[in-house]
């Protein structure tokens, strides 16, 4: 059975940090690229970044770029998105998504909110 499970997520002051965590199952993880979304109340969902399988390349949302950084250790088939200096702007939640030629996985999210 195919998981994608996100954790990590809370509420969290602004300029605060947190370190979400993506952990996948079910699935030959190593094949797939993988991405973080997010989808704040009333709006549409976006990619906030992404990674190669094999880790080498990356990309960010221009909005974001300079306070994420994504890795993935494929021995834990496992993907990080590290956040640095929130603002409330970023309040959604957080979707782990994989993506191969075929295959598109996704987990249920995890709720991150960024208030004083």
């Known amino acids: 059975q195919v998981q994608l499970v996100e954790s990590g997520g809370g509420l969290v002051q602004p300029g605060g940090s947190l370190r979400l965590s993506c952990v996948a199952s079910?699935?030959?993880?190593?094949?797939?690229?993988m991405r973080w979304y997010r989808q704040a109340t009333g709006k549409e969902r976006e990619l906030v970044a992404a990674?190669?399988?094999?880790?080498?390349?990356?990309n960010y949302a221009e909005s974001m770029k300079g306070r994420l950084t994504i890795s993935r250790d494929n021995a834990k088939n496992t993907v990080y998105l590290q956040m640095n200096s929130l603002n409330p702007k970023y309040t959604a939640r957080y979707y782990c998504n994989a993506n191969s030629y075929y295959y598109d996985y996704w987990g249920r999210g995890t709720q991150v909110t960024v208030s004083s």
């Open positions: 079910g699935f030959w993880f190593s094949g797939f690229a």
């Open positions: 990674i190669t399988t094999a880790g080498g390349s990356t």
